[in-house]
């Protein structure tokens, strides 16, 4: 049965493309199939710069959308001046083109750009009617009062239900009223809930890429990829340097005089420093030039900090700059992530959808499994720590999680270079503890504990002062010693420097010889667990025994119901050979130490995967066909397979997940994307709720 909702507002900037993302979101995590569309849209010569319809290319960006951009739009207001009743015509006749391709639509009201007010909100009415679709309404709360916001509910909802529609929902969106529960009880009706959304400063801040043209402004020296920052504010610095200083905000846009080069140098010392806020950009006005030696110097010191000329002077700057509103878009990845953030925190999908009667789909896509990780580890929140703070990636990753809530971060490092080095980025990662191993008040304890618990091996004071200073021990201990509850490293380092200090310092689980991995294999439609494809080159009986255990307790504990093929390349009693032993013995063990687990082998990759061949060579097997979760006989083998099946059938690999340890510690390949670090962190804080809650 599908799903649909018409996000409308009654008026402009009432940022309703914020309140669809969240909805767009949370349908991902339901449903497989979710698409937009857009009733009414300009025409590309109507816009600003020529430019497609913000609002949908910001929808269909999201990587659970399918369709392109035509396929998604209704008609032009043209088209409704001209024609109302053919426009609407068209419209329904456009959208079922849509949603007969999805599960779920999410479908997005027009932008009161040229239209009265009254005559426009019950157009959008009457075409949620046509459609089917209940309206979400997103109100412009900016500088109202809780009163004031309920007349306009009260109006909307007249007209809403006038032209046929029904309203499901309120979201008072840009609430600048100190009480939001207040806010939420004046619109709160029978039968219909209300929300509301705080005023987030960044969602309205404009890009700096978007106030160059307004100045006819040049880059001068910087990174122009970081022209893609948000501007919060601009500060126009016509006085003394210190000042200047005292004045500095984050993400301000400094605007001053060519002729002011002491201001210039010292506005981009204190962004680079660890003890001022980072700006995001100098803007030199009034036409006048550096000098040639400040501009050889700036272009010495490598800065990334956008510096930008133009020939208007202070008022003329200072007024276009603060005059243009910033727009959430699909190019801006920091506004989508506080979007999200914010709509998790104040309306949250799950609670919305059942009100939509929207079911779970039994399928799982990637998005959705990765989806979910994100929302249970920022769920409970937990303390995971990143050796690796000077990482651009991890920089990088820190940054959404910070900004999504997934989990609170130390990185470990010289905070002067993080610092540094995020400024460079454009990311932000002040909301991280920032620690030092070499300056830090927990060296000395670490080192003290380090050595009782490492002295019978011969381990010296000394040396394990040197030991505790490196990221991968320190990092670790933190963990052992609870000041962390999980710790993700690699990115820079080998597995076995990952790994080394958790074998000497957190050990292993009880009953458990052998530390080993598995990975996520998302699929189109299901996920598998795969294991070991990281750690153990040639696992014993016994170590393959532990691997299977293991590894189908990590499946049951992400959601996937372990069924457990131990594989070989024969099946059943088909062959022989000491590897084929090998497996045999290890598939006993598992059945003797784990007698509730379905797990079969040997069996070949195909009859485990495969129904059809699963009939014909096991065909009384309950995990035959059905297997979720495949035990490699040895890392040449699984590693290979992974890689295949990521590759060929172009799965999403997450992993390697260790398993095995008292605590968790994850290792990342070197070859670690943004989002497999952000999905690691995930998949550590989970294991870290799930060992608290078993008061492990």
Known sequence: MRTSVYVASLEGSAGKSAVALGVLDALSRR???????????????????????FVLDLLIAHEATSLPYDECTGVTYDDVHADPVAALDTIVERYHRVADRADAVVIV???????????????????????????????????????????????????????????????????????L???????????????????????????????????????????????????????????????????????????????????????????????????????????????????????????????????LG???????????????????????????????EHIGGDALLDLLDVSHTTAVTPLMFEHQLLHTAASDRQHIVLPEGDDDRVLQA?????????????????????????????????????????????????????????????????????????????????????????????????????????LEVVKTLPGVSVVSSVFFMCLQHQ??????????????????????????ATAAAFGVEPRVAMLSYSTGTSGTGSDVEKVSAATELVHARAPHLLVEGPIQYD????????????????????????VFPDLNTGNNTYKAVQRSAGAVAIGPVLQGLRKPVNDLSRGATVRDIVNTVAITAIQAQQLKEAGA
């Open 527 to 552: 996920v598998l667990v795969y294991g070991d494809c990281a750690v153990n080159p040639d696992p014993t009986a016994e170590q393959l025994a532990d691997i299977a255990i293991s590894s189908a």
């Open 31 to 53: 449903v497989e199939r979710v698409e937009v569309f857009r009733p009414i849209v300009r025409r590309d010569s109507q816009t600003a710069r020529g430019e497609r319809d």
């Open 607 to 630: 009859a485990a995967i495969d129904p059809a061949v699963a009939r014909t060579k096991l065909p009384d097997s309950p995990v035959a066909g059905r297997a979720t979760v495949f």
């Open 109 to 179: 009201g027009s932008d009161y750009t040229d239209v009265g007010t009254p005559t426009e909100a019950a157009y959008n009415a009457r075409i949620a009617a046509n459609l089917s679709a209940p309206v979400l309404l997103v109100l412009n709360s900016a500088g109202r009062t809780p009163a004031e916001l309920a007349t306009l509910v009260d109006i909307a909802a007249g007209t809403i239900a006038e032209n046929h529609a029904t309203l499901f929902a309120v979201a008072a969106n840009r609430v600048t009223h100190p009480d």
């Open 181 to 311: 529960g207040a806010v939420v009880e004046a619109l709160t009706r029978p039968g219909v809930p209300a929300y509301a959304l705080p005023e987030v400063p960044l969602l309205s801040a404009p890009l700096l890429a978007d106030m160059v043209p307004l100045i006819d402004g040049r880059l001068l020296i910087g990174d122009p990829a970081l022209l893609d920052r948000e501007a919060m504010g601009v500060l126009v610095a016509g006085m003394t340097m210190p000042n200047v200083l005292d004045r500095l905000f984050e993400g301000a846009a400094v605007v001053t005089a060519g002729d002011r080069p002491e201001v210039v140098l010292g506005v981009l010392m204190a962004h680079h420093s660890a003890s001022f806020p980072q700006v995001t950009g100098i803007i030199l006005n009034g036409g006048i030039e550096l000098p040639p030696q400040v501009t050889r110097l700036l272009e010495g010191t490598g800065t990334t900090l956008p510096i930008i000329a133009t020939d």
């Open 314 to 344: 202070t008022h003329e700057t200072s007024s276009a700059l603060t005059a243009i509103r910033g727009r959430l878009t699909s190019m801006s990845p920091r506004k989508i992530t506080a979007a999200l953030a914010l709509f998790a």
């Open 398 to 502: 820190a940054d959404i999680l910070l900004r999504r809530g997934v989990a609170d971060l130390t990185l470990l490092g010289d905070p002067i270079r993080i610092n540094a080095q995020a400024a460079g980025l454009g990311v932000d990662v002040s909301a991280a503890n920032l620690v030092d191993p070499a300056d830090s008040e927990l060296t000395e304890r670490f080192a003290e504990e380090y050595y009782q618990r490492r002295k019978h091996k011969g381990t010296e004071r000394a040396y394990a002062h040197d030991v505790v200073r490196d990221v991968s021990y320190f990092g670790t201990l933190m963990v052992e010693l609870g000041e962390a509850d999980g710790m993700v490293s690699g990115a820079a380092h080998t597995t076995a420097h990952t790994i080394r200090p958790s």
